[in-house]
Structure formats: structure tokens, C-alpha cells
């Protein structure tokens, strides 16, 4: 059975407080994506990783930052995390070849007051 | 760009009724195409997929064909459940190489038993 863990299935921060977010995966997937799920939005993408300390700018990368220092761990970063980031947040990993199924992790939704 | 657009609204139905849920995309090329369901708590989980014109994925009873000629992906199944009431999301592969999947905005299906 896949598994992407999440941290937290909820957190509440207050606003300019530094949040991270983690997500593990337990295969060797390269690839490791960060999206947010809005009402009337859907899910967009924030960053992604493919491959150890590499990242890529998604469509919605400001305000946040990313780390990968081991291949199984997916950081999510508010630097200073403001109300309008308020948000259900969803990891996700892929292989960098073949199967382009991505594996999602339950959510961390996250509120900030 | 790669996008893909989505039937506006929820869809609420009664239990056996046909379901029928929208999606068009644009892209460059001939992307894969995907159905994803996320259940009430869940993260997103692929229902089906289809990689080339005419492919018709199927999966628990759903169903979508790849039409090249008029750019769809529309989602369907026959005689829905209580437990088909989820978030239906369609998503294609935006590039290769990296598995990176642009996501319409979803639309909520509720069955009324």
C-alpha cells in the first residue's frame, strides 16, 4: 500500500508565525509536489521537488519555500504565515518515470488567525 | 498553457440516477488525462486514467473516453451509489519528465439515497 504521511491533519497558527509542514513518503519516489485546495479553486500547485535538495516553483509559490534534504521527506515552509494562507494543504509524490499516477496524503488543513 | 476546465457547481443526484461530469482541456500535444476522487477527510486518489486518443479508462464502475476531436474527458457512471459522494477532480500531465498534473477545479457530487 502507498503511504504519504502528513505531519498534522490540523493546525492553527498565528498570523507571522514560521509553520512548517511535513510530508514522508515510504517509496522511492523522485518526484514530491506541495499543493493548496481552495473552495472554487481546486488544487494548485505551490512547489515540487524532484530529485534531493532540487525544487521548482509551482503557480502559487509566494509566501512559501521548500526543503528536501533526504528523498522520503517533503518540507512545506510559511515563512511568516498571513490569514489569506488559511488553506487545506495536500503532498503528493510520483515517480520521475513511467507511471504518472501521483499519491496524494490526507491534507493538513491549516487555520490562521 | 495546459488547462482544463470543469462543468460549474456541485451535481447532487439520487441514488441510480446517471452521472455526468464535464471536463474539457487544452494543451499542446496529446497529455495524459486522469480522474481523481477525494472522499470526505481523504486526499485525492486517481480513479482513472487514459494516455492516448480513443483510450477509455474505467474504474469501479466509472468511465471517461480521451476525445482528440472535441477535447474532452467527461466522467460517467451508469447508476450511482451513496458512496460515489466525493470531489471529482480532472487533471492532465502539463510536461514530461517531472509528472506535473494541472488540476480543474473539482465539482462536489452528493447522492441522496
Known amino acids: 500500500d502507498v503511504k504519504v504521511t502528513q505531519s498534522s491533519r490540523y493546525l492553527v497558527k498565528r498570523t507571522g508565525e514560521k509553520v512548517f509542514l511535513e510530508c514522508v513518503q515510504d517509496m522511492d519516489h523522485e518526484n514530491m509536489f506541495w499543493y493548496r485546495q481552495d473552495p472554487g479553486l481546486g488544487l494548485r500547485l505551490i512547489y515540487f521537488s524532484y530529485d534531493v535538495k532540487m525544487k521548482e516553483k509551482g503557480d502559487i509559490p509566494e509566501g512559501y519555500s521548500v526543503s528536501r534534504e533526504k528523498k522520503e521527506r517533503f518540507s512545506l515552509i510559511l515563512e511568516s504565515a498571513s490569514t489569506n494562507q488559511t488553506s487545506m494543504y495536500l503532498c503528493?509524490?510520483?515517480?520521475?518515470?513511467?507511471?504518472?499516477?501521483?499519491?496524494f496524503g490526507p491534507g493538513t488543513r491549516l487555520l490562521v488567525l | 498553457g495546459n488547462s482544463v476546465t470543469q462543468m460549474e457547481g456541485p451535481v447532487t443526484l439520487s441514488e441510480e440516477a446517471f452521472l455526468t461530469i464535464n471536463c474539457t482541456y487544452t494543451?499542446?500535444?496529446?497529455?495524459?488525462l486522469f480522474w481523481y476522487v477525494q472522499y470526505p477527510g481523504e486526499g485525492l486518489q486517481l480513479l482513472l486514467k487514459a494516455t492516448k486518443a480513443d483510450d477509455k479508462g474505467s474504474n469501479k464502475g466509472f468511465e471517461a473516453t480521451y476525445r482528440k476531436e472535441t477535447t474532452s474527458f467527461h466522467l460517467e457512471k451508469g447508476s450511482v451509489q451513496v458512496s460515489d459522494s466525493a470531489v471529482y477532480f480532472c487533471?492532465?500531465?502539463?510536461?514530461?519528465?517531472?509528472?506535473?498534473?494541472?488540476f480543474g477545479k473539482g465539482n462536489q457530487v452528493v447522492v441522496i439515497p
Open positions: 494543451a499542446t500535444g496529446y497529455p495524459s
Open positions: 487533471a492532465l500531465r502539463v510536461a514530461y519528465g517531472n509528472n506535473r498534473l494541472a
Open positions: 503528493a509524490r510520483s515517480f520521475l518515470e513511467g507511471s504518472e499516477t501521483q499519491y
